[in-house]
Nanobody, 125 residues
Framework: QVQVVESGGGSVQVGGSLRLSCTISGRTFTMPIMGWFRQAPGKERLFVAA????????NYADSVKGRFIMSRDNANNTAVLHMNSLQPEDTAVYYCATRGLATALETSPNKYYYWGQGTQVTVSS
């Protein structure tokens, strides 16, 4: 059984920053791919970022490139999403997910098998 737990959401003003954390437990090996997605009310769940097992490769949605940075700490089975220059359109529930043993940096949520419960991010002007 794999558990995925996000933390760090909250409210921030336009231009501010937030740091989201994701911790995976329940398995003894490192999940190769960890990803972040977000879902605004009434909208579909969208890809935000993904990172490879050793952290050397990452992929970002165009909407967050240059503003968000994803990193990971394999010793603690944790991934972090640093969000800077936040805008109202970044408001959403943010979900962390992993693909199990698969190794491609997929952007479709259908390719991810284990999900957290989500954490709310609200950006106000």
């Amino acid at each position: 059984q794999v558990q995925v737990v996000e933390s760090g959401g909250g409210s921030v003003q336009v231009g501010g920053s937030l740091r989201l954390s994701c911790t995976i437990s329940g398995r003894t090996f490192t999940m190769p791919i960890m990803g972040w997605f977000r879902q605004a009310p009434g909208k579909e769940r969208l890809f935000v970022a993904a990172i490879s097992a050793d952290g050397s490769n990452s992929n970002y949605a165009d909407s967050v490139k240059g503003r968000f940075i994803m990193s990971r700490d394999n010793a603690n089975n944790t991934a972090v999403l640093h969000m800077n220059s936040l805008q109202p359109e970044d408001t959403a529930v943010y979900y962390c997910a992993t693909r199990g043993l698969a190794t491609a940096l997929e952007t479709s949520p259908n390719k991810y098998y284990y999900w957290g419960q989500g954490t709310q991010v609200t950006v106000s002007s």
